[in-house]
T-cell receptor, first 115, second 116 residues
Framework: EAQVTQNPRYLITVTGKKLTVTCSQNMNHEYMSWYRQDPGLGLRQIYYSMNVEVTDKGDVPEGYKVSRKEKRNFPLILESPSPNQTSLYFC??????????????FGEGSWLTVV | AQKVTQAQTEISVVEKEDVTLDCVYETRDTTYYLFWYKQPPSGELVFLIRRNSFDEQNEISGRYSWNFQKSTSSFNFTITASQVVDSAVYFCALKGGSSNTGKLIFGQGTTLQVKP
């Protein structure tokens, strides 16, 4: 079954404790991206990746890092989480990158609370 | 600038009623892509449909149908004979053809409540 898988789905953590939210897709998609969803602010793009070893900042990259060492994985790293990073996070992937856009699929979301 | 407007914040209907969710978009790109996603209470984003700007055919999928009108920059979504399981937040989204980031511009969402 084609899917985008995120882990953990739910996490409560403390300020400053590094954490990684993993994202994996089994569709051989070139493009992957991270969004956060906040009440009143909607969905905002954090980082995106056009292909392996190619990543770039979205609209709200501060406080986050990403890597794309393999095509299927695109982890989101919070080096020193703060309460304003409490949010619902979504990973997304799409079959094609620049110039050829197709359906963008989202993972199930990761609810992150930083206390 | 690109923008998606979903003017209806909340809609409440009784089961079996038909309901239309409105979506109006703004873009200067001649090529663009429109999407609808469903977000049930469990939180995931479920893809419903993608429409390319050069394809104005309307589409029907079971109880769902979409009306794409370039002349009015609208991409409305109709649920026929609504069911309680249709209760969710529905997002319309736009990706401009000139975008190099793949970023989707989302509307604010319409919360649909279907009462039994």
């Amino acid at each position: 079954e084609a899917q985008v898988t995120q882990n953990p789905r739910y996490l409560i953590t403390v300020t400053g404790k590094k954490l990684t939210v993993t994202c994996s897709q089994n569709m051989n998609h070139e493009y992957m991206s991270w969004y956060r969803q906040d009440p009143g602010l909607g969905l905002r793009q954090i980082y995106y990746s056009m292909n392996v070893e190619v990543t770039d900042k979205g609209d709200v990259p501060e406080g986050y890092k990403v890597s794309r060492k393999e095509k299927r994985n695109f982890p989101l790293i919070l080096e020193s989480p703060s309460p304003n990073q409490t949010s619902l996070y979504f990973c997304a992937s799409s079959p094609h990158g620049q110039g050829k856009w197709n359906t963008i699929y989202f993972g199930e979301g990761s609810w992150l609370t930083v206390v | 600038a690109q923008k998606v407007t979903q003017a209806q914040t909340e809609i409440s209907v009784v089961e079996k009623e038909d309901v239309t969710l409105d979506c109006v978009y703004e873009t200067r790109d001649t090529t663009y892509y429109l999407f609808w996603y469903k977000q049930p209470p469990s939180g995931e984003l479920v893809f419903l449909i993608r429409r390319n700007s050069f394809d104005e055919q309307n589409e029907i999928s079971g109880r769902y149908s979409w009306n794409f009108q370039k002349s009015t920059s609208s991409f409305n979504f109709t649920i026929t004979a609504s069911q309680v399981v249709d209760s969710a937040v529905y997002f319309c989204a736009l990706k401009g053809g000139s975008s190099n980031t793949g970023k989707l511009i989302f509307g604010q969402g319409t919360t649909l409540q279907v009462k039994p």
